[in-house]
């Protein structure tokens, strides 16, 4: 979740375009590619602060299905892309951080012993809030300078955040030699943005973008925290559309759903003692104790009953090769999640609907938190390029808008970038 005011917004975005013309770009798992990334960041910040560094890279995220299901304990089957956050980082003899942001062009400071979760509504609050976290929870930090790049479009629902917490996360914990336990980072990147930034989101996005695999989505289970991966099919696409609609609503609706789930789960708690979550409430039991609820409360419930079903009913449809089956659960998850969650908004629904009558196309839904963002489209590859054209062209005529259109496929999780001795002689730290 991204609360970065609108000109921060528009200035990391021409920061974007200039690095990257992202429409017709393939943005897949490309490790040769990420070197020359690493190499470039590394020059870059050999040339601000004068010494050698290390690199590290996390990336973002798409969501197959499982929306707004993580903090109700639920299920989630996202993938690791190919746009990436990355940190390049050389410790300091004292406790400062220096920062500088390569798409804000701006540098910041904070001091390893003042961190307060109070959020400022900058970017720094991300790498100071995962700084903040990483000490809170015992690990000693080096003061360090940091050079920061990302390629994840803001504001896109496609995790940006995720990608510049675990990449920081990963950077501050190795120079200071704390070997990196992923589970943990992840879960403490979700501590530094519901508590220092103040988004009170689940633990999807931080925990894919640690654990991501290249060519396959991860079934995560976000109450143990259990995984299982799954080979997406070598012949389909992960087509992410981005509407370009930015809604500023998203964090405090945000909020306001995820607290209705917990007023939801307290009142069926009356009734239904055992539960902890939704994740515990059956359809059955939530049409049986409808009368507890609001309207509203009803169909945040169910929404998330039935979504939680629909994830593992994915997963099988995708392990067992039944492709058939994947358009109706996407084309269901994108129902419940405009008509029920109501997180959905014209844009989504206008992509979403001319997405499904292309070509090649084996389901297509809204994608992450919603009010705008992007759509994933489970595309057949021979088909790809033409449903990139057809969908933008056809977008821009209903709305006005022009559409990026990614070409993506699964990616790996967060990394250290490896430089060959010959490669790069100089950099250690
Ligand atoms: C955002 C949040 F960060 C995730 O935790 C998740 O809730 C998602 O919205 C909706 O599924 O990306």
Not at 47 to 63: L, T
Not at 113 to 120: C, N, V
Not at 299 to 320: F, P
Not at 372 to 387: D, K, S
């Amino acid at each position: 979740m991204e609360q970065l005011s609108k000109s921060v917004y528009t200035l990391a975005s021409r920061g974007l375009a200039a690095s990257r013309r992202a429409t017709h770009d393939c943005v897949n798992y490309d490790p040769k590619s990420f070197m020359n990334d690493a190499r470039a960041v590394l020059a870059k910040f050999r040339a601000r602060f004068d010494s050698p560094a290390a690199v590290y890279r996390a990336p973002g995220r798409v969501n197959l299905i499982g929306e707004h299901t993580d903090y109700n304990d639920g299920f989630v089957l996202p993938a690791a892309i190919g746009f990436s956050c990355w940190v390049a980082i050389a410790p300091r003899e004292d406790r400062k951080l220096v920062v500088y942001s390569q798409n804000f062009d701006e540098t910041r400071e904070a001091n390893l012993d003042g961190l307060s979760p109070r959020a400022r509504k900058v970017w720094v609050d991300y790498p100071s809030g995962v700084a903040w976290a990483l000490e809170q929870a015992g690990y000693r930090l080096r003061g360090a300078n940091l050079y920061i790049f990302g390629n994840v479009p803001l504001g896109a629902g496609l995790s940006s955040s995720a990608a510049i917490e675990v990449a920081t996360g990963y950077a501050l914990l190795t120079a200071a030699n704390h070997p990196i336990d992923r589970r943990r980072l992840a879960l403490l990147c979700q501590r530094a943005e519901n508590e220092f930034v103040g988004a009170r989101t689940g633990i999807m996005d931080q925990f894919v973008s640690c654990h991501g695999r290249a060519g396959q989505a991860l079934l995560l289970d976000c109450r143990s925290l259990d995984f299982r991966v799954l080979p997406l099919p070598a012949e389909m696409k992960l087509v992410i559309c981005n509407t370009m609609v930015r809604h500023e609503l998203g964090a405090s609706e945000y909020n306001t759903r995820r607290s209705e789930c917990e007023e939801a789960v307290r009142r069926l708690g009356e009734i239904l003692p055992g539960i902890r979550a939704l994740r515990d409430v059956t359809l059955s039991q939530l049409q049986q104790h409808r009368a507890r609820l609001s309207d509203v409360l009803f169909r945040r419930c169910r929404h998330i009953i039935t979504e939680n079903d629909r994830v593992c009913k994915t997963a099988d449809a995708l392990e067992n090769g039944n492709t058939a089956s994947l358009g109706p659960l996407l084309a269901e998850s994108h129902r419940s999640l405009r008509d029920d969650y109501e997180v959905s908004c014209r844009e989504l629904d206008v992509m979403v609907e001319i997405a499904s009558r292309q070509p090649g196309v084996y389901g297509a839904r809204m994608t992450g938190g919603g009010f705008g963002g992007c759509t994933i489209n489970l595309v057949r590859a021979a088909e790809a390029l033409e449903f990139q054209r057809r969908v933008s062209a056809e977008y821009t005529a209903a709305t006005g808008r022009q559409p990026d259109i990614y070409i993506c496929e699964a990616s790996q999780g967060a990394e250290a970038a490896v430089f060959p001795a010959e490669d790069v002689p100089s950099v250690s730290i």
